[in-house]
């Protein structure tokens, strides 16, 4: 299907994953808030530099994702894939910021950005509410990013 902007093919992903990919997310920020939140936020920069950057089938998460979604048999729900990588993207860059800030003690910086970084991953997660798909939205509109 074309995405009615430039014409191109669209890759498609599965909704269910993605959410299940930002509740994984979701548990570990709020686990990383109260213990041990330097080697838990690398695993997450690590695991949303993958799945942002097309390395996805070698993401943990992702592949526990998959287990749960086959176990379960949880339907596919197909999305376009272009804001969910974005998404990612900007998933990276919050847990690098995060690392930066515990690797130079400004402990009450990494909190405020993992107390964030918990809420978008809640908002995905249980409501279906992509803040990163918003601002991907907005900068496709201004011309600033392409599809």
Do not use: H
């Not at 943990?60 to 949880?74: E, G, H, W, Y």
């Not at 729900?77 to 800030?101: D, M, N, T």
């Not at 400004?106 to 990163?132: P, Q, R, T």
């Amino acid at each position: 299907m074309a995405d009615g902007i430039s014409g191109q093919q669209e890759a498609r992903i599965n909704e269910n994953k993605v959410r299940l990919n930002a509740l994984w997310a979701f548990i570990l920020v709020t686990v990383s808030l109260f213990y041990a939140g330097l080697p838990i936020t690398v695993f997450l920069a690590l695991d949303f530099f993958l799945r942002g950057f097309n390395f996805g089938k070698y993401s943990p998460l992702a592949r526990l994702s998959d287990i749960v979604i086959k176990q379960l048999n949880i339907a596919n729900k197909p999305i376009f894939q272009a804001p969910k990588r974005f998404a990612a993207r900007v998933g990276y860059v919050l847990s690098v910021l995060i690392v930066a800030a515990l690797l130079v003690q400004l402990n009450v910086v990494a909190l405020g950005l993992g107390i964030i970084f918990s809420a978008f991953a809640f908002l995905e997660s249980f409501l279906g509410f992509c803040a990163g798909c918003y601002v991907y939205s907005f900068l496709l509109q201004l011309k600033i990013i392409k599809p």
